[in-house]
Nanobody, 119 residues
Framework: QVQLVESGGGLVQPGGSLRLSCVAS????????MGWYRQAPGRQRELVAQ???????NYADSVKGRFTISRDNAKSTVDLQMNSLKPEDTAIYYC?????????????WGQGTPVTVSS
C-alpha cells in the first residue's frame, strides 16, 4: 500500500506563489508516476501536472509556464511550485501516484491540501 501526504496549501493574494509538497511512504517511489490534480467546488477533478519515472512532464494548458512539477526520488517527494497565482487556481490539490504491476496500474491519492487565491 502507498500512503501520500500533501502539505503547503494556504491563502495567497493574486500574483503570489506557493509550493506544495507530497511525501510518499515505502521504498517504491522511483517506480511510480506522480501527478497533481485539483478540484474546485462544483467542478470535476482535473489533472494539473504529471511527472514520469524518467522525469518527463506534462501540464494543463491553464497552468503551463506558471507551475513546475518536480520529484526527488531520494526523499520520495513530489513538489508543485506555483507562481503567478490566479483566483481561478483556487481548489483542493491532490497528490496522485500510479504504480504498475505488469499491464495493470493502481492509483493512490492523498487527502488533499486547500489553496485559496484571493485579495
Amino acid at each position: 500500500q502507498v500512503q501520500l501526504v500533501e502539505s503547503g496549501g494556504g491563502l495567497v493574494q493574486p500574483g503570489g506563489s506557493l509550493r506544495l509538497s507530497c511525501v510518499a511512504s515505502g521504498s517504491t517511489f522511483s517506480s511510480s508516476a506522480m501527478g497533481w490534480y485539483r478540484q474546485a467546488p462544483g467542478r470535476q477533478r482535473e489533472l494539473v501536472a504529471q511527472i514520469t519515472t524518467g522525469s518527463s512532464t506534462n501540464y494543463a494548458d491553464s497552468v503551463k509556464g506558471r507551475f513546475t512539477i518536480s520529484r526527488d526520488n531520494a526523499k520520495s517527494t513530489v513538489d508543485l511550485q506555483m507562481n503567478s497565482l490566479k483566483p481561478e487556481d483556487t481548489a483542493i490539490y491532490y497528490c496522485n501516484a500510479r504504480r504498475w504491476r505488469f499491464t495493470q496500474f493502481y492509483d493512490y491519492w492523498g487527502q488533499g491540501t486547500p489553496v485559496t487565491v484571493s485579495s
